[in-house]
């Protein structure tokens, strides 16, 4: 596995596994840790084993946001020429299952790397925040984007203006969490359910979550056919032979991923 100075890495029968490891700084993400997680998910995207990605933050804090220290220094000539957003892209384009769970922070870029996951686990204790605000500037990695089309337009604005943080039980009532744990159990119950969906046939979660993310971009109709084709798809499966023979026989279906 990649030799990363600022994440940790390990894999767990079919589950690949990215911890934040920058603790004393709460996982302020510098320029090379966002690098490093990019590239360690690219990794288990391409490794054949690994069915569902998990991320996390060791420490006292899932991520306190960018980082502070290196980004002073910047300005606009050194953003566009360091273009350093194309790497969040590249999060989009993960078709495995990646579910986040965080504790104490998750603010600024730390929020934004939850949201650009697609399950949304966190401690009891998380406080979620946009203090960018208070820094005079903006979220740039989707946070404008990802909120608004999660909570609204209103309530988007009410927050990213005052850069306040906000409880995790209020991010669960406002649909940003699919779950709350306590602290003690979260990585546990995460990899519990991790492990849940790694069995299930990785070609319909695959094609589930392209369809998913259409519904957000497309109109009821086009989405629809686009949901319409990726079923078609999915009946050329050995997956699908599987997972209907099984239920005809009252066994247990035992999925390959193709
Ligand atoms: N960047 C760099 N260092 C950071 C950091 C950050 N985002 N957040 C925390 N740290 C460092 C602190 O400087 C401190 O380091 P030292 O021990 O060397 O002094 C260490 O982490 C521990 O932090 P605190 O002592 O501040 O801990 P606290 O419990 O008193 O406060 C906190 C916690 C409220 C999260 C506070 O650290 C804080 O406000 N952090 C900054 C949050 C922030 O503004 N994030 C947005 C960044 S901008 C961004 O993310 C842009 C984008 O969209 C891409």
Redesign the pocket.
Known sequence: MADYKYIQVETKDQLGLVMLNRP???N?LNRQMVSEIVQALESFEQNDRIRVMVVYGNGR?FA??????E?AVDNPVSLELLNQFTEWDRLSLLKKPVICAVHG?A???GF?LALACDLLFAAEDTKFGF??V??A?M???G?TQRLTKLIGKTLALEWLWSGEMREAGEASRLGIVNKLFPKEVLIEETIKYAQMLSKKPPLSLRLIKESVSKAVDYSLYEGMQFERKNFYLLFASEDQKEGMNAFIEKRKANFKGR
């Open positions: 004393k700084v709460l302020a804090a306190a946001g960018a980082d502070i220290d980004m922070f603010l600024g870029g934004e203090p960018e208070n820094l500037v979220p740039g990695a946070g």
